[in-house]
Structures are given as C-alpha cells and as structure tokens.
C-alpha cells in the first residue's frame, strides 16, 4: 500500500523561516520574529499573527523574494529521504504557511508536485502587506492532507504527517502517523512520534 507523507516546509522542511528571511531584509526582523514564536508555540492564532508580519513587509520589492529563495537550506536528510519515498513509489505532498512565490522553484526541484502556500499579493513590483486568497492554517493544512489522500485514493491511515509548530496540531491529529519533527511543546504534546535529531532521515526510523 503506496503511503502519502505531507510536510511543513519552514522549519521542518527547510532550516529557516521564510518570513524571518523576508523580514531581516526589509529591517522589521525582531518585530516578525517574536510575532513568529508566539504563533508557532500556540500562544497566538496562526492567520492573525500573518497578517500582522505580513503587513510589516508592505512595500517590500519582490527582488528580496529572489534573494531570499537563494538563502533558504533544506534540512539534512530531506533530499535523501523525499527521493527514497518516491522511490518506493509513495506520494510526498508539502502544505505551508510560508509562500508559494518563494519555495515553489525548491518544490521544483525536489520533484514535489502537490503542494499549498500561501500567496503574498504584489503590486508594481512591491508587496501590498497583504495575503491573496485564503490563509493556510492549521485547519487548512488538516484539510489539504484530506484532500491529497482522496486525490491519490490513500487512506488516512495511511498517511503520515511531519511538522513542528502550533499550526502543524490538525494535520498530525488527523495522519495515520503525526510526526513532531525537533518540534514547539505543543506539537510534541499531540503527536505520535517524536524526533529531536534534526535529520530527516529518521523519519524512516519511526513509520
């Protein structure tokens, strides 16, 4: 049975969080990291705390979305494993509350075709500070899983769900396997499998 594995990218799948990235650039870093942390630990709901970071990077050029795309890192283990996945012929599916007009080039190359982001809205060249289109929550990220599962016909109980933040808690509750990848308490809390070493790799240890 052919097995569907959804991950988070910022901090799971890749080393940083992109809005920090973005942040960093535009000289409101401290300001959107602590937004940032309060949100990832559960102590502030995910869509209002992007729309409070995003609205600090109104006016920023999308030039910085280039440059910050050049920065991002994937964790270790995340290319091994995504191409050992696929070689067994499983399904790898990544849901995000970063942005799609930075990670969809890595997506690109990881071969990773089903995937969700949110979409920062741009307007001559410079971000609005506003979000296009639905926000990518917690419960979105739970609903995605569903709907990627029924789209390659793999039952729930036969996904598996990897993530580390607050936002992550639905789509881990609701995997056949959730996985709290070197994961905020209140993941770790909810989760079935716990992995502190960060290398992806061990997700094959714990499936």
Known sequence: MRRLF??????????EEVIDLIAAKAG???QVSQITTAAMSGNLDFS???????????????????????????TNGAVDLIKTLLGKGDVVAVVSGGFTEVIAPLLT?????????????????????KVQGPIIDRRAKAEFLREIAEIHQIPLA?????????????????????IAFCAKPALVEVADRVIMNRDLMEVLKVV
Not at 6 to 15: E, G, M, P, Q, R
């Open 6 to 15: 959804l991950f988070d990218v910022d901090s799971t799948l890749i080393n």
């Open 28 to 30: 409101v870093l401290e």
């Open 48 to 74: 209002e705390s992007l729309i409070k970071r995003v609205a600090l990077l109104s006016g920023v050029s999308t030039t910085v979305l280039n440059e910050v795309q050049s920065e991002i890192t994937l």
């Open 109 to 129: 190359s990881l071969k990773i075709r089903d995937f969700k982001a949110n979409s920062l809205q741009i307007i001559d060249g410079r971000l609005t500070g």
């Open 158 to 178: 036969h996904t598996v769900a990897v993530g580390d933040g607050a936002n992550d808690i639905d789509m881990i509750q609701n995997a056949g396997v959730g």
